[in-house]
C-alpha cells in the first residue's frame, strides 16, 4: 500500500481512538472512624491512617471524620495506632470504596469503620463479706493486703492482665475457733474491668473442756 493510503487509514482510526472513554476520576468518600477501648466506650488519641497517610486524630467522641478520594471498589489499608496503656489487633483493617446505588450521590452516607483499642490491664475489685469473721486478715496470693472490719467486711482493688489468676484466702489463723481454716478461693481476670465478691460464712467452733482428775470426795461418818 502506498505510504500516502497508510496516512490516510491513520487518520480516519484517530477519530475512533480518542471516541474511547476515559478511566474514572477518584471521587470523595465520606469516612467516619470509630474508636473504642470496649464496646460503646468512646476513646480519644488513636491516630487513624489510610495507606500510611495520616487523616486524623479521635477527640473526646472517639470520632475521626474525612473524604478518601480512590475509586469504587478500590481497597485501601487502615492502620490505627492507640493511647498509652492500649494496643490494637496486629492485622490492619481493609476498607473496600463503596457506591450506593439508588442514594442521593450529592450527599452520600458515610462509611463507618470501627477501631478497637484494648486495655492493656484490667480493674479488678474485691469485695469480701465474712459472717463471723471480724477482724481477718485478707491475703491476696499470700500477701496481706486488707482486712475485715467489724462487720466482716473488706475491700481492695488492683489493676492486672487480662487472664491472670488470684487466691484470695481470709486468714484465720489469730482465731483458730473459726471453721474453715484459711479458706481459699480462685478469680480469673477476665478482658474486662470485674468486681468479684466473696461471700464466706464460718461457724465457731465450741472451746472443748479441759479434761482432769476430780479429786475424790471424802465423806465423813461418825
Avoid at 187 to 194: I, K, R
Amino acid at each position: 500500500m502506498p505510504v500516502a493510503n497508510w496516512l490516510l487509514a491513520l487518520s480516519c482510526a484517530a477519530p475512533l481512538l480518542s471516541c474511547q472513554a476515559p478511566p474514572s476520576p477518584a471521587r470523595p468518600f465520606a469516612v467516619v472512624f470509630v474508636s473504642e477501648s470496649d464496646p460503646g466506650v468512646r476513646l480519644s488519641r488513636v491516630h487513624v491512617r489510610v495507606d500510611g497517610d495520616l487523616v486524623g486524630e479521635s477527640g473526646s467522641n472517639g470520632l475521626v471524620r474525612t473524604n478518601i478520594y480512590g475509586k469504587p471498589g478500590q481497597r485501601l489499608r487502615i492502620k490505627h495506632d492507640c493511647p498509652d496503656g492500649h494496643e490494637a489487633p496486629p492485622a490492619p483493617k481493609i476498607l473496600r470504596l463503596r457506591r450506593f446505588e439508588g442514594i442521593d450521590q450529592f450527599d452520600p452516607p458515610e462509611m463507618e469503620i470501627m477501631l478497637r483499642c484494648q486495655p492493656v490491664q484490667r480493674l479488678a475489685v474485691f469485695i469480701v463479706r465474712a459472717k463471723n469473721g471480724p477482724d481477718l486478715p485478707v491475703l491476696l496470693d499470700g500477701e496481706s493486703v486488707a482486712r475485715t472490719n467489724r462487720s466482716g467486711v473488706a475491700h481492695f482493688s488492683l489493676r492486672g492482665t487480662p487472664g491472670t489468676e488470684y487466691i484470695v484466702q481470709l486468714d484465720t489463723r489469730e482465731h483458730p475457733r473459726l471453721l474453715p481454716h484459711l479458706p481459699a478461693h480462685l478469680f480469673t481476670l477476665p478482658d474486662a474491668d470485674e468486681i468479684f465478691v466473696i461471700n464466706r460464712s464460718f461457724e465457731v467452733a465450741r472451746q472443748r473442756q479441759r479434761s482432769g482428775r476430780h479429786r475424790p470426795r471424802i465423806t465423813k461418818i461418825e
